[in-house]
């Protein structure tokens, strides 16, 4: 609710703070229990910020982070320790996420033991194995070392560090964009299957449209630090409303050639996070921006049947 981080510039000999990067900058949403919410946007949108928020990896600046009815912003470290263990990460980069010098069994044992999940060694082991079988891998791998898998496997293995504690949210940040396309679908596939047997609820954060499509359920667009658009993702996608999800999606290939779609170009970069152009943030960038554009900022609204979009025209 109304989540933000503004990361303090400072300056100047004597260290002051000069100004702020607003990377996450008041967004509100919420996340079923069993659903994948996909969240997109281009680089330095704020959409791994919001993911790490979430989890307090990065302290909010101002907003709350409501899980199961409470506040978690307001935990001290003792029920942060026993929160952690309901929500988990998966990173990018399954290459610098894993300890190269830990064998696998002994990065996927570690969560374990830091959760105090097994009473003995006996039954630690047991449980790493079957870690390693539910995200198709062997329990002959628990001996080996992060270098000797391929970037898929990797990322097998971050996800069976993930599910070590049983978690109900998984945030995950861009945890295909490093692999090969083909490698890409089978972790995906590998993700829904789980979710499914699990009963896991997915923070899915990409910039590639058609994966997200793929695998979420609802999908927010993220654009320098802001929601402007939220739907279920067949409405999004056969429906979108705000100009920049519009060019978003306008960029991506049809199969059918007998379909054809204008591409529409936005003009110029994305602003910088250090000072966001006032009224909407997109105004800069909008083919249909007015004069009000400029002076108010459009309120997040719902337009419908769960539909929120931030839009003057809409
Ligand atoms: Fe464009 Fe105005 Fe809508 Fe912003 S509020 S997206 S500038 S039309
Ligand atoms: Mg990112």
Same mark, same amino acid.
């Given at each position: 609710k109304n989540l933000k981080k503004h990361f303090p510039i400072k300056g100047g000999i004597f260290g002051?703070? $000069?100004?702020? $990067?607003? =990377? $996450?900058?008041g967004v509100s949403f919420y996340i079923k229990d069993g659903e994948t919410l996909g969240m997109v946007g281009e680089?330095?949108?704020g959409k791994s910020t919001t993911g790490r928020l979430i989890l307090r990896l990065i302290e909010p600046t101002e907003g709350e982070v409501i899980f199961e009815g409470k @506040?978690? +912003?307001? &935990?001290?470290k003792k029920q942060m320790r026993e929160m952690r263990r309901k929500m988990q990460i998966i990173f990018q980069d399954p290459y610098a996420s894993l300890?190269?010098?830990?064998?696998v069994g002994n990065i996927i044992g570690e969560a374990i033991e830091i959760h105090k999940l097994a009473k003995t060694k006996q039954e630690k082991e047991e449980r790493v194995q079957q870690l390693l079988e539910q995200v198709g +891998?062997?329990? =002959?791998?628990? @001996?080996? !070392?992060?270098?000797? &898998?391929?970037g898929g496997q990797r990322q097998r293995i971050g996800i069976a560090r993930a599910l070590a504690v049983n978690p109900k949210l998984i945030i995950c940040d861009e945890p295909v964009s490093a692999l090969d396309v083909s490698i890409q679908a089978q972790v995906i596939n590998l993700m829904q299957d789980l979710q499914q047997k699990l009963g896991l609820t997915y923070l899915f954060i990409a910039h590639d449209l058609s994966v997200v499509k793929h695998i979420s359920d609802r999908v927010a667009v993220m654009y320098l630090g802001k929601i402007v658009e939220l739907a279920e993702t067949n409405e999004l996608y056969d429906n979108p409303k705000h100009p920049y999800t519009q060019a978003l999606l306008s960029a991506i290939p049809i199969p059918d050639p007998t379909i054809k779609r204008e591409r529409i170009l936005l003009e110029g970069d994305v602003p910088s996070p250090i000072n966001p152009p006032g009224g909407c943030r997109f105004h800069t960038r909008?083919? !249909? =921006?007015?004069?009000i554009c400029k002076e108010e900022e459009p309120v997040f609204k719902d337009k419908g049947n769960q539909h929120f979009v931030a839009c003057h025209l809409v």
């Open positions: 002051k703070q $000069v100004g702020s $990067v607003k =990377a $996450v900058d680089s330095g949108c @506040n978690i +912003l307001t &935990f001290n300890n190269p010098r830990m064998t +891998l062997t329990r =002959a791998h628990a @001996n080996r !070392y992060p270098h000797e &898998f391929s909008c083919p !249909y =921006a007015k004069d």
